[in-house]
C-alpha cells in the first residue's frame, strides 16, 4: 500500500550459531538489494562474518579466501517478492582477490540494465589496506559474477545508475571528505571515467547516499530524472534531503530538493519510485531507527 503500513520483518539471510560460534560472532549485514525486472527476482548480497569476536569487520577481515579469516561475500534470491528466500550462495571465490583484506557490497540498491545485465556497487580494501569502490555484474541472471577495475581510490559505500543504455555512473562516499566522487563507464568496470560533477556537486560528510535514475517514460513528469538523497552537510548527519537533476547529474539545483530531517542520526539512505507520481526514501532518522517518507514528484522538482 505504497508504504503505509508493514508486514512483520522476515530474515532473508541469517548465519545462527554456525561452526559453534555464537550468534554475535556470525553477523550478516550492511546489505543491497536489486530486482531483476526480467524475471522478477529479487537478489540480497551481504557481507557475513565468522568468527571475528565483537569487532567490525572492516578492522578484522584479513587477506585470504576462508571464511575464518576474511569476510565473505553471500547472496540470497526470493522469486515470490520476498516471501520465501533461498539458501546463501557464497560467491566470494568467484569475486575476491586473495590478497584483499575485504569484499563488500556498496550497501543500498543494485540495478538491471536495459540488456539485463544485473549490477551491484561493490568496495573493497585491497592489499595495501585502501578502499576502493566498483560494480560487480552478472550477465547470466545470476548465475556467476564478475569484478573488473576499481573507479577510484580512498572509496567506499556507492551506488550505481544507467544514465544512458550501456553508460553507468558510480556516485562514491569518499574519504577525502567535503562531496561526493562520481565516475563513468561503458565497459562494466574496465576503464572509468571522472564525471564533471566529480567532487563538486554534491556534499557529503563521509556518508553513505543513495542514487536512481527514473526514465522519463516511468514518471508523471515525463522527464529523465537522477535522484539522490544523503545528509546534505559537509559535517555531520542532518538534513537529510532529497534532490533531483534532469541533466544527468552534472547539476542539482536548490529548487529541485526537498529537505525532510534537519536534526542528528545516522545519515543511511535509500530511495525507490512507489509510483509513477512518488517517490520514497527509507532512513535513518533523528526520531526512528527508520523511518518510511513518500514525496510527491511534482513537490520536489519545481524547475
Known amino acids: 500500500d505504497g508504504g503505509r503500513t508493514w508486514e ?4 532473508p539471510l541469517s548465519f545462527g550459531e554456525t561452526g559453534g560460534l555464537p550468534a554475535a560472532q556470525n553477523g550478516v ?8 525486472t526480467k524475471t522478477n527476482t529479487v537478489w540480497i548480497v551481504a557481507a557475513w562474518t565468522h568468527g571475528m569476536g565483537n569487532q567490525r569487520a572492516w ?5 585470504g579466501m576462508e571464511k575464518s579469516y576474511t569476510a565473505q561475500l553471500v547472496m540470497t534470491k526470493s522469486t515470490d517478492d520476498g516471501k520465501t528466500w533461498s539458501k546463501p550462495i557464497n560467491i566470494t571465490g568467484q569475486v575476491k582477490d586473495p590478497s584483499w583484506y575485504f569484499l563488500l557490497q556498496g550497501p ?27 560494480i560487480m555484474y552478472s550477465k547470466d541472471r545470476g548465475k556467476t559474477w564478475n569484478i ?12 550505481v545508475v544507467e544514465i544512458e543504455p550501456g553508460v553507468l555512473m558510480l556516485n562514491m562516499r569518499d574519504n577525502r571528505g567535503g562531496n561526493r566522487a562520481v565516475a563513468i563507464t561503458e565497459d562494466l568496470g574496465k576503464t572509468w571515467t571522472e564525471h564533471e560533477s566529480s567532487r563538486k556537486a554534491l556534499q557529503e560528510p563521509v556518508c553513505m547516499a543513495s542514487l536512481i535514475h527514473v526514465r522519463a517514460e516511468d514518471n508523471v513528469l515525463g522527464r529523465d530524472i537522477l535522484l539522490f538523497s544523503n545528509p546534505n552537510t559537509k559535517k555531520g548527519r542532518n538534513h537529510i534531503t532529497i534532490k533531483a537533476s534532469l541533466d544527468k547529474g552534472l547539476t542539482w ?16 539512505t535509500c530511495l525507490t519510485m512507489i509510483d509513477r507520481e512518488t517517490v520514497g526514501i527509507l532512513y535513518e532518522s533523528s526520531v526512528a531507527h527508520m ?11 519545481r524547475e
Open 8 to 11: 512483520k520483518m522476515r530474515l
Open 29 to 36: 549485514g550492511d546489505p543491497s538489494i536489486l530486482v531483476d
Open 59 to 63: 578492522w578484522s577481515s584479513q587477506p
Open 108 to 134: 543500498g540498491r543494485g540495478i538491471t540494465m536495459q540488456d539485463g545485465t544485473l549490477v551491484f556497487p561493490i568496495q573493497f580494501i585491497d592489499s595495501t589496506r585502501i578502499p576502493n569502490a566498483g
Open 148 to 159: 573488473h577495475n576499481l573507479a577510484r581510490t580512498n572509496t567506499t559505500e556507492a551506488q
Open 253 to 268: 539545483l536548490p529548487e529541485n530538493q526537498v529537505m525532510l530531517d534537519e536534526d542528528e542520526g545516522w545519515g543511511y
Open 291 to 301: 523511518t518510511f517518507q513518500a514525496i510527491k514528484l511534482k513537490d520536489l522538482i
